[in-house]
């Protein structure tokens, strides 16, 4: 029994990181898979969100802390509001710089914008505390779910021991909730925008961008608004990462797993399709927990495991590719549904 | 209607379009011929925003457009094909067309996401104009197909649907006939026609079928080399000197 608890709990902390690579692939979705926008900097939105997150609805710096700012307690929807407000004004003011340039500027400036945010959440430690990360981050209702279950199970001392154990571990259930609405909602409202004349705009820009400008449509205009949009949701996805595990530091935010991830998650769901986007997240993620059950068993340094875990990703990208050239699910014939029916 | 005076746009060395001065009056079809390299895709890559000229001035409808980019004129009511046709290939036929319209209300974000009725209320009349447009082109059973799918000459008449979209007041057909099956030629004059005298649509088109230019357009204009070298009607054009010389050595033969 302790075993299936175990196993449980396992999945449980998978599902809630699997969904909020979810909500990046979904960004990401909107950006590469409509737009064509190549955002490689992925990791930057996200951590933006975390970091806005943590400092809107985390508490104020304590004793030991090298941070000076933020911290202000806020509820967490409006930690939440302000990490995809604060990730769409990174994304406004990159997207005008540079989306009417050639594309590849986009790129380079995405890149660009990742790696001085993490070389800012490292040694800006007045706002970020540095290398030694963000702590205490509030989970929502973590308090009222807790003591709730501490009552249940002083009431009921003759419980057996796996069900104390699973019950003990009842708010990452109240999470994973949570998460899941927050996926739902997203992709609907996704789904809604895209699936319309506006998403069409966005497929005819990706497809031939000279074409679309004849068509009459303000390329630039469309291209910042499917930018900003995607990179909203990116920082949303980072709070709902930050209020899960409750500290930020700057190793989540290495373009490993904010960024290379997301891509291979949204061409082997599907690029350009939004359930593709969120089967890839889940899919690529149970892969790559997978990898690391099959590198612990060889007789290798952490790095080097690592490295052979990318590997194993790309090749199993590839595979997927080879047999399904447009991701598991790939794009549906008609942009818009608004026509039919 | 459009007037083009002094253009010239220089690639390197090469002088594609050189000191061009010509007008296209309301509710003609005129056209614009010459040998293969005079300029006259430029011309209208010049005319439509996708180049800046070098020198000169472009007015349409009374207004100094030189320079402006490609979607503002659009909606000013100036459209163009492409010689090489661009189609949306990851988009169906039906899509590709449903897209041109302007000034959409299904265009602006909010607007699926908040009004959904009014959006789908548009998407059925735009699903009925595209598949009348098709039905005159004569793509309709093709209306579900990938656009990249579909063969040259069909992808021409591709653009000519989107033109009739568009509904501009000034369109600018690059090599309409191109590809499209000889016996479809015809039906292709009837159509550029109708679109002209049904729907008050001035015409302004490359061709390099003389047989088309001869029955379809008047005035003719005449390229060589970046300049404009004659303009008048058919008959006139054909039997000019002139024109016959820049032609000759060329592949085309004024008959
Ligand atoms: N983007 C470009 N860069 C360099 N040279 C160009 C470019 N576009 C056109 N040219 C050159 O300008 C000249 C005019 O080309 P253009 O395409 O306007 O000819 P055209 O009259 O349309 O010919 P055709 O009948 O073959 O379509 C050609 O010599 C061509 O090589
Ligand atoms: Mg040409």
């Known amino acids: 029994m302790d075993v299936l608890v175990g196993i449980l709990n396992y999945l449980l902390f998978f599902s809630i990181t699997a969904g909020v690579y979810a909500v990046l692939a979904l960004g990401l979705n909107v950006q590469w898979g409509y737009t064509g926008l190549f955002n490689i900097g992925v990791a930057g939105f996200y951590a933006v969100g975390a970091y806005t997150s943590a400092l809107v609805s985390g508490p104020p710096p304590g004793a030991l802390d090298w941070r000076v700012f933020g911290g202000w307690g806020l509820p967490f929807p409006m930690g939440f509001a302000a990490a995809g407000v604060v990730a769409a004004l990174v994304a406004l003011l990159i997207g005008w710089i540079t989306i009417r340039l050639k594309e590849d500027y986009l790129a380079i400036a995405t890149i660009g914008i990742a790696e001085v945010l993490r070389l800012i959440i490292k040694n800006e430690a007045w706002l970020t505390n540095g290398v030694w990360g963000l702590k205490n981050i509030p989970s929502p209702w973590f308090q009222p779910v807790q003591s709730g279950v501490t009552a249940f199970l002083a009431a009921r001392p003759q419980l057996p021991g796996w069900l104390v154990s699973l019950l003990k571990g009842a708010y990452s259930w109240v999470y ?78 290495e373009p490993l797993y904010g960024t290379f991830i997301v891509w291979v998650m949204l061409v082997a769901g599907g690029a350009g399709n939004n359930k593709g ?65 | 209607m459009l007037a083009i005076e002094g253009v010239s746009k220089r690639f390197g060395g090469l002088w594609a379009v050189r000191d061009c001065s010509l007008t296209v009056e309301q509710g003609t079809i005129t056209g614009l011929i010459g040998p293969n390299g005079a300029g006259k895709t430029t011309l209208f890559h010049i005319i439509t925003g996708f180049y800046r000229p070098d020198r000169g001035r472009i007015t ?54 908040f009004c959904p009725r009014r959006v789908r209320k548009e998407e059925r009349l735009l699903l009925r104009r595209a598949q009348e447009v098709l039905e005159f082109v004569g793509l309709a059973p093709l209306a579900g197909a990938l656009a990249g799918t579909l063969s040259g000459g069909q992808k021409k008449l591709l653009e000519l649907a989107r033109a009739l979209m568009a509904q501009p007041k000034l369109v600018l057909l690059d090599e309409p006939g191109a590809g499209v099956n ?59 000197p002139r024109v016959i010389e820049a032609y000759l050595g060329g592949q085309y033969a004024v008959a």
């Open chain 2, 182 to 240: 000889p016996t479809l030629m015809n039906k292709l004059a009837a159509r550029i026609r109708q679109l002209a005298q049904g729907f008050g649509v001035t015409v302004f088109l490359i061709e390099h079928d003389m047989d088309l230019v001869m029955n379809l357009c008047d005035p003719v204009i005449v390229m060589s080399e970046g300049r404009v070298l004659t303009q008048g009607a058919p008959a006139q054009v054909r039997t000019d």
């Open chain 2, 60 to 113: 349409f409808r009374g207004e100094d457009v030189t320079g402006q980019s490609p979607f503002r004129l659009f909606h000013k009511g100036l459209y163009r094909t492409f010689q090489i046709p661009r189609a949306f290939p990851e988009m169906t036929v039906l899509e590709n067309l449903m897209l041109v319209p302007g000034n959409q209300c299904g265009e602006l974000l909010w607007n699926p996401i």
């Open chain 1, 277 to 341: 986007a969120i089967l890839g997240a889940f899919l690529i993620w149970g892969l790559w927990a997978g990898t690391d059950f099959l590198t612990g068993y060889l007789p290798l340094s952490d790095v080097r495991a690592s490295a052979l875990r990318v590997v194993l990703i790309g090749v199993l990208l590839v595979g997927i590719l080879l047999v399904r050239p447009r991701g598991i699910l790939g794009e549906e014939k008609f942009v818009s549904r608004l026509f039919k029916g």
């Open chain 1, 176 to 253: 994973l909730g949570l998460l899941a609405a927050v996926i739902l909602a997203l992709y609907f409202l996704v789904e809604r925008a895209l699936r319309s004349p506006w998403g069409r705009v966005l497929r005819a820009i990706r497809e031939d961008e000279v074409a679309a400008a004849a068509q009459g449509k303000n390329v630039a205009a469309f291209k910042l608004q499917a930018f900003v949009l995607g990179s909203a949701i990116m920082g949303l996805a980072g709070s709902l990462y930050a209020h899960y595990a409750r500290y930020l530091s700057v190793e989540k935010f």
